[in-house]
């Protein structure tokens, strides 16, 4: 059973469409994320979420929304999309309750990516 | 600047040579993390730290916190070594901070 899973694997999509990438996690995880991976393999966080909290990357256009219908999955919306979108979207979680945590429930269990090419 | 330092940002070895890969970071932490993504892509956690040492295998990793420093070693490596290894750093505020990564070619 994959433990953290996203789909779709590949995403081919006009400019200016809407399109959403879904992520689900088996592992009774707290917190999950969605990263960027740009072309030149740099990640850079987007979104964590509890079910408690969402933390928003302050330079993550207001066209990408996270949309949370339960604790084990986390889906990103992404409205009007844009040439510079293209890159690799991971999903992750780690154990980390949105009160008092241990640091080992930070560790990250990563999806395989969603490579999002925009036309 | 970036918050998190990675080097080298590329490295070649010949198998069975002792790797070390260095981070170095400038914000407050609450975790260090080791990252390898292999060619094919899928990213997989090697280790967390908050402090001290871990290993795994042939595979070891320090943080030394005064100096916000942290080393990822491979001991005796391997052609199957040879992916991209990101240092991360985390906070108790969600917030986490990517090395650029270092990629590893370990040559047979």
């Known amino acids: 059973d994959t433990a953290v899973s996203q789909t779709p694997k590949y995403l081919v999509t006009q400019m200016g469409n809407d399109k959403s990438i879904k992520c689900e996690q088996n592992?009774?995880?707290?917190?999950m994320y969605w990263y960027k991976q740009d072309s030149k393999k740099f990640l850079k966080i987007m979104f964590s979420y509890n079910n408690k909290e969402l933390i928003i990357n302050e330079t993550v256009p207001n066209r990408f929304s996270p949309k949370s219908p339960d604790k084990a999955h986390l889906n990103l919306h992404i409205n009007s999309l844009e040439l510079g979108d293209s890159a690799v979207y991971f999903c992750?979680?780690?154990?980390?309750?949105?009160?008092?945590?241990?640091?080992?429930?930070?560790?990250?269990?990563f999806g395989s990516g969603t490579q999002l090419s925009v036309l | 600047k970036n918050e998190v330092e990675q080097s080298p940002q590329n490295l070649t070895a010949q198998e069975g040579e002792f790797i070390t890969i260095n981070c170095s970071y400038s914000v407050g932490i609450s975790a260090l993390h080791w990252l390898q993504q292999h060619p094919g892509g899928g990213i997989v956690s090697l280790f967390m730290l908050s402090s001290g040492k871990k290993k795994h295998g042939r595979l070891i990793a320090t943080i030394n916190i005064q100096e916000k420093h942290s080393s990822l070693h491979i001991t005796a490596s391997h052609p199957r070594d040879s992916a991209v290894y990101i240092c991360a750093a985390s906070n108790t505020g969600n917030q986490f901070y990517f090395g650029t990564g270092t990629s590893l070619t370990v040559i047979p």
């Open positions: 592992l009774g995880h707290d917190t």
């Open positions: 992750a979680s780690s154990r980390k309750p949105f009160k008092r945590h241990r640091a080992e429930d930070e560790k990250l269990f």
